[in-house]
């Protein structure tokens, strides 16, 4: 069990990579295997929470426990691995980290002010840890004394979360973590009988706080497990699923992606027959597909970070930290292959969202003010993709979106549509009365002219009008191939 605590980050990223975290569906593998615990169905969910999730675009994500304390520090020494993997460092006892829930006072904690910013920054949801690998839970459960309700700050966190977030109508997801460090049942692997005996016992603990955490927070719309790419987890195919089924049972339209359930033969993401089991794909985290047939006409989310891999709080970031242009160029880019795209936030031990992070959320927001349009309810339009960015198309209106990243020096941006669909009129999404002239060269092909004095600096957005509405069930990649 103590191995996965001798791995350094690296190491780790290693056994992520070769457990294959985030690997994609294989259509030419398609077999007719038999299986008691594989996906549930094929195809997308078409159900109206499902729909709510796709149409989300945009979405945040919440890292907060006690690693929040030492932020990527302890003992003057400087830890290079993400923040809230410090527990795992050797320059950090394990004794010294967990008395850290005895100095957890976050005293600028503000639910409603994160939730408002939330909002201003144009997130649809919300993803927040209730408990992280260290297993320390950020509700008052009942079924361990690591939580919040035995912190100097003793308030339920999730709850004041839950309800700050509900209030601005942005949807709730729980983080959870399988693997916890806490609990004396918890094994990577299981070997000996005593290891079973007291998986058992952690698999009890597991279901009661999962029951718990969607009794007390009804509001919840679904579930982002982390995790599970244990050997001991992965046997575990029979117990998963009827959790799974319990867990929807409790809230109708729970939403769980695919990094919870591993299949009859420990397959995880994708079943024995390359299927997948969940909602949608939750294999993209810090990376996104280049490509709609990397997709395979799954739903997915990507969730990433603003530093290069830093979830929880740490207070000396290093390396490159985005701009909000190439935050917001990786939303857009999500939307255009039918993603959503979930930016992650790390407060500090007070409670308090970094300046970095405010600034960002302030500015993607602001661009969102302008260009959501282009985002919410938006998805893949069938047109060869161009250089100068990405098109988006509403799924409800049929409008569609030209989201401009490379501005071209010839000021000439073309556009291939699909046959018998032309180009009729395109102008700027926060300028529609500047009609922008169009040519067309040959057939499908059109060549868009913008050239003015002062190039935007900023992203920003052509609206197209076309003589008729391409039907989108003609698009090959909104289901899977069967
Ligand atoms: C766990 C393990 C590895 C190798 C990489 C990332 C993670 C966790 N998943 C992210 C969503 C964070 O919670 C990170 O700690």
Not at 341 to 361: H, M, S, Y
Request: hydrophobic letters at 35%.
């Amino acid at each position: 069990m103590k191995i996965l605590y001798h791995l350094t980050q690296i190491q780790l990223l290693i056994v992520f990579f070769v457990l294959g975290v985030g690997y994609g569906q294989s259509d030419e593998k398609r077999t007719n295997i038999t299986l008691k615990y594989g996906a549930e169905r094929i195809g997308k969910r078409t159900d109206q929470p499902m729909q709510d999730w796709r149409n989300y675009g945009l979405g945040q994500f919440i890292h907060w426990g006690v690693y929040a304390i030492p932020g990527g520090h302890w003992d003057g020494k400087y830890y290079a691995g993400a923040a809230e993997w410090i527990r795992s460092w050797k320059g950090m006892p394990n004794e010294a980290y967990d008395n850290l829930y005895k100095e957890f006072n976050p005293k600028k904690f503000n639910a409603n002010a994160w939730a408002k910013q939330a909002k201003e920054l144009g997130a649809k949801y919300v993803i927040i840890t209730t408990k992280h690998h260290d297993g320390f839970c950020l509700w008052p459960s009942e079924y361990t004394d690591y939580t919040i309700a035995n912190t100097p700050y003793k308030k339920d966190i999730i709850g004041a979360l839950v309800e700050a977030y509900d209030k601005q109508g942005i949807d709730v997801y729980l983080y959870f973590s399988i693997i916890d460090w806490n609990h004396f049942g918890y094994k990577s692997k299981l070997v000996t009988d005593k290891d079973r005996t007291d998986y058992e016992v952690f698999k009890e603990f597991t279901r009661n706080q999962l029951i718990e955490l969607l009794t007390r927070y009804p509001e919840t719309k679904g579930l982002w497990f982390d995790g599970t790419w244990d050997a001991a987890w992965k046997a575990q195919a029979s117990y998963v699923y009827d959790l799974d089924k319990e867990l929807r049972e409790m809230i109708p339209g729970l939403i769980i992606g695919s990094r919870f359930r591993p299949d009859d033969y420990g397959n995880r993401h994708f079943d024995a027959n390359g299927n997948m089991m969940g909602d949608y794909e939750q294999g993209w985290e810090r990376k996104m597909p280049n490509t709609i047939e990397e997709v395979h006409g799954n739903d997915w989310d990507c969730v990433m970070t603003i530093p290069e891999n830093q979830w929880g709080y740490h207070s000396d970031w290093r390396g490159h930290v985005k701009t909000s242009n190439e935050l917001i160029e990786m939303l857009v880019k999500a939307v255009a292959l039918d993603g959503n795209f979930v930016l992650n936030f790390g407060p500090d031990g007070l409670g308090t969202i970094r300046k970095e992070e405010t600034k960002l959320a302030k500015q993607v927001g602001e661009w969102m003010k302008v260009n959501s349009t282009a985002i919410y309810n938006c998805g893949y339009l069938d047109w060869e993709k161009q250089d100068w960015g990405y098109f988006t198309t509403n799924r409800i209106t049929q409008e569609k979106y030209m989201v401009v990243f490379n501005q071209p020096i010839s000021g000439v941006y073309t556009v291939k549509t699909k046959k018998g669909v032309s180009v009729e009129k395109v102008y700027l999404l926060d300028n529609p009365g500047l009609e922008l002239s169009i040519e067309k060269t040959y057939n499908n092909e059109f060549l868009i002219q913008y050239n003015p004095e002062n190039h935007p600096e900023e992203p920003f957005v052509m609206v197209i009008e076309t003589n008729k509405d391409q039907n989108n069930s003609d698009n090959q990649y909104l289901q899977p191939k069967i």
